[in-house]
């Protein structure tokens, strides 16, 4: 769940920092997180919402940025470990992690920071702005699933750390599918997420 470590100063020695539109946060972003948290040793993983995710406006309708927070706030409610960070949304504009780690850093200087993602994103993550800025930063780590062995990685950097996670395929795109075709989402969405999705009429077919 939120808390003060998501608003100013995170306390910890290794931070993962796992940034996303979320929209919306499914089951696979939770077993991602902490997986790799776990197998990383990190105090805590921070699950960034974007501001504005810019590689991906104009490609389809953006939830608005408050719904995607309380989202990510309810799919992370107890569990140990995991904090939902609205830095992002704060700063406002575009968003960038070189920009959000330079914030992280301010507030946490000695903590050693951990970029997150998946094995797609890593792929292309030279398109990001200010990719150097990233990797001076923080250790940058995509999570492969496991159980996906035939399935050949994409190319990666070099400077890119691989950690395994538990096979389980389900991805945003799906659960927008699923609630604009009438389908039930409740095993893929934490219930906190399905709830926010009914309340609000997410997702559904005729949506701006």
Do not use: N
């Amino acid at each position: 769940m939120a808390d003060d470590d998501a608003h100013g100063p995170v306390r910890g020695a290794r931070i993962g920092v796992f940034g996303g539109t979320f929209d919306p946060p499914h089951v696979g972003h939770l077993i991602a997180a902490c997986e790799v948290g776990e197998v990383l040793e990190l105090d805590v993983v921070l699950l960034v919402v974007a501001h504005r995710p810019w590689q991906k406006v104009g490609s389809r309708p953006i939830t608005d940025a408050s719904l995607r927070l309380a989202m990510v706030e309810a799919a992370t409610e107890g569990l140990e470990g995991l904090v939902a960070s609205d830095l992002e949304i704060r700063r406002g504009g575009d968003s960038y992690t070189a920009d959000t780690l330079a914030d992280l850093r301010r507030g946490s200087p000695d903590a050693e920071f951990c970029v997150i993602l998946g094995t797609d994103a890593a792929a292309q993550i030279d398109t990001w702005g200010r990719v150097d800025e990233v990797f001076a930063s923080a250790t940058v780590v995509a999570y492969e699933r496991a159980g996906a062995d035939g399935i050949p990685l994409p190319p990666l950097r070099d400077d890119i750390a691989i950690v395994r996670v538990p096979r389980f395929e389900v991805s945003s795109t799906d659960v927008r599918a699923r609630v604009a075709a009438g389908r039930r989402i409740d095993v893929l969405c934490p219930p906190g997420v399905v709830r926010i999705i009914d309340d609000h009429g997410l997702y559904r077919v005729g949506d701006p």
